[in-house]
């Protein structure tokens, strides 16, 4: 008979399994389940991943930008340092605690863990696997045991409610501020000052995620001789109508800026640079149906730039803005780029 002792215990490596087989294994596990393949973009979830946030199996779409939208706005920075340091070997690992977004709106707070299973030659993540689980409970046991250290635990609920009324309408004020702050007052679209923060995000997002992020820099052709000609209020007029154009050719996921006076910019996530031209012509051909405005046919000039790896927002924004004054030079209403 042979000895319990000298039986050899079976080693699998995920890496031997292949992704079928993985993801019918992770299909049984309760917790949620994730393995994201960077080289593709594809991203599977299991089962137990949509039950934890109350959706159908399978009912998103597999990719990066799933995760994305489901973090908590106030947590996302902090989930991606950590991300990111395990992505760049400064970290052995990924672990952290953030709330995560339900089908209902509704958020609920997960611990998420994961490990680089392969690398490419270059060094660069090939596959990454990890795994959810709801903390609610455990959060809620903190928050009962931190109240139950409190001697005073009635005047404290009262006076969390009156801070937590209190903070509501202070929230309520700052969204209001912050919508001011980051809106253009004619036109009601971003700002140079949300654009300013919304591309260096961008970029850090088309590098972390090797996706492409392209540019349209654009501005009305002779706007200077439409406000000489016919007063300011025409020129604003004439650029509200320019902005509703504009804004009927822009897709989900794109931002639309006023960069200043008659010149805009808008930012195109994912998105080649002849993803970026087929707008920018879309655009163009649009404004082609507005009335002119007295003697002047309204168009635009257009600078097209994708992003270069590994290459800042100045950079990027420097060469549509070329991009743009070549147009500019080769004849106006053109596209260049």
């Known amino acids: 008979m042979v000895e319990l002792s000298s039986i050899e215990p079976l080693k699998v490596s995920l890496t031997d399994l292949n992704e079928d087989m993985l993801h019918a294994i992770l299909e049984l596990v309760s917790d949620g389940i994730w393995d994201w393949n960077a080289n593709t973009g594809f991203v599977y979830r299991n089962r137990g991943w949509y039950d934890m946030l109350g959706y159908e199996p399978h009912a998103l779409e597999n990719n990066v930008l799933t995760w994305e939208n489901a973090i908590h706005p106030d947590d996302y ?29 509704s958020y609920i707070w997960i611990e998420d863990r994961g490990h680089v299973i392969a690398r490419n030659a270059n060094g660069s993540v090939a596959r990454m696997i990890g795994a959810n689980r709801c903390i609610e409970d455990k959060k809620r046991l903190l928050e009962q045991l931190e ?103 822009v897709r989900e996921g794109d931002l639309l800026a006023r960069w200043g006076g008659d010149e805009f910019i808008v930012i195109l996530p994912n998105s080649t640079a002849a993803t970026a031209r087929a707008v920018a012509e879309n655009i163009r051909l649009e404004l082609s149906s507005l009335p002119p405005v007295g003697d002047f046919q309204v168009t635009m000039s257009f600078g097209v730039a994708q992003r270069f790896e590994d290459e800042q927002q100045t950079g990027l924004l420097a060469r549509a803005d070329q991009a743009l004054y070549r147009s500019k030079i080769i004849g106006k209403n053109m596209i260049s780029g």
Request: glycine letters at 4%.
């Open 77 to 105: 920075q902090r989930v991606m340092m950590h991300f990111d340091d395990h992505l760049h070997q400064r970290s052995p690992h990924y672990q952290t605690e953030y709330r995560c977004r339900k089908q209902d709106g």
């Open 147 to 249: 109240r139950r250290n409190h001697s005073l635990e009635a005047m404290v609920e009262e006076r969390t409610r009156e801070l937590s009324l209190l903070n509501q309408q202070l929230q309520a004020q700052l969204d209001e501020n912050r919508k001011l702050a980051e809106s253009d007052t004619l036109t009601g679209i971003a700002n140079r000052y949300l654009l300013e923060k919304a591309l260096p995000l961008e970029c850090e997002r088309s590098q972390r995620f090797r996706q492409p992020l392209s540019l349209i820099a654009m501005d009305i052709d002779d706007f200077k001789n439409i406000n000489d000609h016919y007063g300011h209020a025409l020129g604003d007029a004439a650029l509200v109508h320019v902005v509703e154009s504009v804004k009927r050719c």
